[in-house]
């Protein structure tokens, strides 16, 4: 029998090209991505910053803040671990597709939505610091958070990419929205709706635990 080395060949570059393609493009898309990522970081990190600043120098702001709030944890209490681990996922899943989608409206919800997201974690961060500490804090929030949280600025950065090239188009730029469009919703669906999944499966079964053995309770 025999064996042609060039089909053979043929045969192994299609097979890896197909392998890789999922990944390969999520990561070139990212690479692409990293200065509009850099601006979103930065937003998010200075919002934390006067949201736990503000709170400090007037505690009595954080009323307004986190007014709604107490009726979200209430719901989340009456649900079962699965159903809250649903709830998490697919608000954040929810918010993060509206940040990117909604972002070819010149950029400003993703902007608002990191803003305004940043600021209530500085305001949570300080008044849970004063009640049990930075560490209980760190480890109510890291474990998930690490995930999360790269994810949802992620979803802003490609919003925040649609608003620059809507901008381009209208001054006369030569851009491809919906090749852009597409190639993000590929991005969301395929990288950072699973990986939010992980981080509300985290959040519901792993944070908790952390919590209660770093206060004693178990």
């Known amino acids: 029998m025999k064996m042609d080395v060039n089909d053979d ?16 493009n999520v990561r070139e898309y990212l690479r692409g991505l990293m200065p509009e990522i850099g601006i979103i970081v930065l937003l998010f990190i200075i919002s934390v910053i006067v949201g736990y600043a503000h709170t400090a120098f007037d505690p009595s702001s ?20 699965f159903e809250i681990m649903l709830f998490i996922f697919f608000n954040n899943a929810i918010k993060s597709l509206i940040a990117f989608v909604f ?17 209530i974690l500085g305001v949570i961060t300080y008044l849970e610091s004063m009640d049990n500490g930075l560490a209980y804090v760190a480890i109510a929030i890291l474990p998930h958070g690490v995930i999360e949280l790269p994810m949802i600025l992620i979803s802003a950065a490609m ?32 990288f950072i709706a699973p990986l939010l ?19 004693g309770m178990i």
């Open 197 to 215: 999944l992980v981080a509300a499966a985290i959040e519901t079964f792993i944070t908790p635990l952390l919590i209660a053995l770093f206060t």
């Open 103 to 119: 972002g070819l409206g010149f950029g400003i919800i993703p902007l608002l939505f990191v803003v305004s997201n940043g600021y």
């Open 9 to 24: 060949i043929s045969v192994d570059t299609e097979y890896r090209e197909n392998t890789c393609n999922g990944g390969c």
């Open 62 to 81: 954080s009323t307004l803040s986190l007014e709604g709030l107490e009726e979200l944890v209430e719901l989340i209490r009456s649900l079962n671990a």
């Open 159 to 190: 919003g925040l990419r649609m608003g620059l090239l809507v901008f381009n188009g209208l001054a006369g730029k030569d851009v491809d929205i919906k090749k852009e469009f597409l190639q993000g919703l590929n991005v969301f669906f395929r």
